[in-house]
């Protein structure tokens, strides 16, 4: 690889990220390959056919972001992966691969995304409804569970006529007829077009995938998506829900829910004045002010003062400047003093970012959400729902030229798939979506080969996208594993019963838990029913024993634990 080609490339994919761009163009410049630079061309390898086709769309932003780079115009040349041409070349008659039909994909009751979750479909355009194709609408399900197929319960707590009617109600209005009338669930709309962007980086609402609609939530996040939507009904009312703070670790939806009430306004209440920044974007803002005042004693940040509704991303990243900093406190005290709106996201709770007391006090008594990381059922929601949304409803083959001569990209990823992927995978939503890409890609590679895909496959994916070696391991992770591997329940394994398959699954649940968990005998002993400190040595010596005595245990303890690294 060429090395300054390698860093012009991460410099683009560093632009990308300062400006806000669309989060799957980021992730595939991420696994594309820096070949060469020359004076006037870059060249990258994409990681798929698809790929190259979503990047050609968006050739003008990054070689605007390369000249911006190098200082002169640089033309980005995208190459096909290694292998895929010769492939293509030796078998042009192949026809491409037929795509799975509705009945082949697993389905399981549809809920909103964080943030997950930035990435689900949004609702079909004018211009959609406008074929002949019948037209779906995004299926957010009433409250249900999974089928027994799965072994996964989701529960749902928001349909999409419930949504419509709790903001109309909250606004004091009457139900919409679209409220009134049941909408049975249907298929995932195809995508659109991606979305244009506004100077501030953010989508504009007509094309955006950032919905409360797309949102999937949880338990993980469920506070903050209420507390948005709560703020988004509202907004129109002065001096009710001022402000909302919602904090928590990057990649886990926060821009989502930013974009969601920004785009909500933008479509149901226009008359709202709203500005969306990014921290960069404010930064860059300040400083173009900064220099202006000194020509023409312009006010500093009019276009922030002016507005009804102020949302502010990452603001950790202004709260370090300590030139800026004085300018967002009494930028944010007069919204607060005059019940103006203001939505902040931030990685850690107002108490934590150093910042004014009496702001750290006011956002505190405001509305206060954490959005935590996503639990495992959370992140098999996830990756089906951008599996269906984004790759199954992808433009054909036979739209683009390229795609047409390799005969499609993602391959078929079925129910088992995903639940391997949310246990070996890591918790941040744009990382689960790239891999998700990467296992569609690799299911594709295989079934062009006559294959399929294998777990091991998805191990080795993973391994490139999450570090497992530093995992904190906790004992209900143990007994979770070692329950569905010896299959006995949470009861059974913690309780006093004692025949062979229960006892045997007990003992090494609880030498895996001392080995792995960092706990003494005691503790593992309370976490097992209550039992005492001899009893968990007991088993911890029997399982010793049997190791000495059975190879083949050795190998089982092993696979148990790569089992609960992957899912910790």
């Not at 036979?398 to 795609?403: F, Q, Y």
Request: with cysteine; charged share 25%; proline share 5%.
């Amino acid at each position: 690889m060429d090395e300054e080609a390698s860093i012009i490339l991460g410099d683009a994919i560093a632009f990308c990220q300062r400006d806000g761009q669309d989060a799957r163009l980021i992730n595939m410049l991420g696994q594309s390959r820096a070949i060469s630079l020359t004076e006037d061309t870059l060249t990258i390898e994409a990681p798929s056919r698809f790929a190259i086709a979503q990047l050609k769309k968006h050739q003008p932003t990054i070689e605007a972001y390369l000249e911006e780079i190098a200082f002169a115009p640089i033309a980005l040349d995208i190459v096909a992966p290694q292998g895929a041409a010769t492939e293509s070349a030796t078998a042009p008659a192949a026809s491409p691969a037929a795509p799975a039909s509705a009945g082949d994909v697993p389905t399981i009751e549809h809920q909103h995304s964080d943030v997950s979750r930035e990435t689900m479909a949004p609702l079909p355009t004018a211009a959609a409804t406008s074929t002949n194709a019948p037209v779906t609408h995004m299926p957010i399900a009433h409250d249900a569970t999974t089928g027994a197929d799965s072994g996964i319960a989701i529960k749902n707590t928001l349909s999409a006529d419930d949504f419509r009617r709790m903001m109309n109600q909250m606004k004091g209005g009457a139900p919409t007829k679209s409220a009134q009338a049941a909408t049975p669930a249907s298929p995932m709309p195809a995508p659109t077009v991606p979305a244009e962007q506004n100077t501030d980086g953010a989508p504009l609402a007509a094309n955006s995938k950032f919905t409360f609609e797309n949102f999937v939530y949880g338990p993980e996040n469920s506070h903050a998506y209420r507390s948005a939507l709560k703020f988004a009904a509202l907004a129109d009312e002065r001096g009710t829900c001022t402000s909302l703070f919602i904090y928590g670790k990057s990649g886990l939806g926060k821009t989502h829910l930013l974009l969601a009430i920004k785009n909500e306004l933008a479509e149901k209440s226009p008359e709202i004045k709203v500005k969306y920044a990014n921290s960069q974007a404010y930064l860059d803002d300040l400083m173009t002010e900064f220099d202006r005042q000194k020509k023409s004693n312009a006010p500093i940040m009019q276009a922030y003062h002016g507005v009804d509704v102020l949302i502010i991303d990452d603001i950790q990243n202004i709260i370090g400047k300590r030139a800026s900093v004085d300018y967002f406190f009494q930028l944010m005290d007069e919204f607060i003093r005059n019940n103006k709106k203001v939505v902040i996201a931030a990685d850690r709770a107002p108490k934590d970012l150093s910042m004014d007391e009496r702001l750290t006090s006011r956002f505190n008594a405001g509305m206060l959400c954490l959005v935590a990381e996503p639990s495992y059922e959370m992140k098999y929601k996830i990756l089906q729902r951008y599996y269906e949304s984004t790759i199954v409803a992808a433009p054909e083959a036979g739209d683009d030229s390229l795609l047409a001569a390799y005969g499609g990209d993602g391959g078929h990823l079925t129910d088992e798939h995903f639940k391997h992927m949310a246990e070996v995978s890591g918790t941040n939503i744009r990382e689960l979506e790239s891999f998700c890409e990467r296992c569609a890609g690799e299911a594709g590679d295989r079934e062009r080969e006559g294959g399929e895909l294998t777990f091991d496959d998805i191990d080795a994916i993973a391994s490139q996208y999450f570090d497992t070696s530093a995992k904190k391991i906790n004992v209900q992770t143990v007994q979770s594993v070692i329950e569905e591997q010896y299959g006995v329940t949470h009861e059974e394994l913690i309780g006093p019963r004692r025949n062979a398959n229960i006892a045997k699954a007990r003992h090494i649940a609880i030498y895996l838990a001392i080995e792995m968990c960092e706990m003494t005998t005691t503790a593992v002993g309370a976490e097992f029913g209550n039992r005492n400190h001899s009893t968990v040595s007991t088993s911890y010596k029997k399982v010793q024993k049997m190791i000495q005595e059975d190879r083949t245990v050795t190998e089982d303890l092993k696979s148990l634990r790569d089992k609960i690294t992957l899912r910790s």
